[in-house]
């Protein structure tokens, strides 16, 4: 089971994934005004890929974005395609 931890200056953050105290993904962000963020890039260490830490940050994102009342613009790839594929998070897609 994975923790997130979520860090946010206002103007850039990230949703950092963790096992234990090893870090296993980064996914991060930046604000682009005060109603979306834009997920620009996920990465996921060495040793934890096909272990669902992506869909965790993602899905903490979604979370952040509901209680937020904000949208997600999902220009990296991997973020991209989950909502491509996954009607359920569409509610915070941007556009």
Known sequence: MFSVEQKDDG???AFI???GNVQAGE???TWAG???FIIDHTGVEE???GRGVGRTMLDQAVKFAREKQVKILP???YAKSVFVKD???RDVLHG
Do not use: D, V
């Open 11 to 13: 103007k850039h953050g």
């Open 87 to 89: 009607e359920s998070i």
């Open 47 to 49: 040793g934890f890929n």
């Open 17 to 19: 994934a963790k096992e």
């Open 27 to 29: 996914m991060t962000y």
């Open 75 to 77: 220009l990296c790839p």
């Open 34 to 36: 005060e109603k979306m």
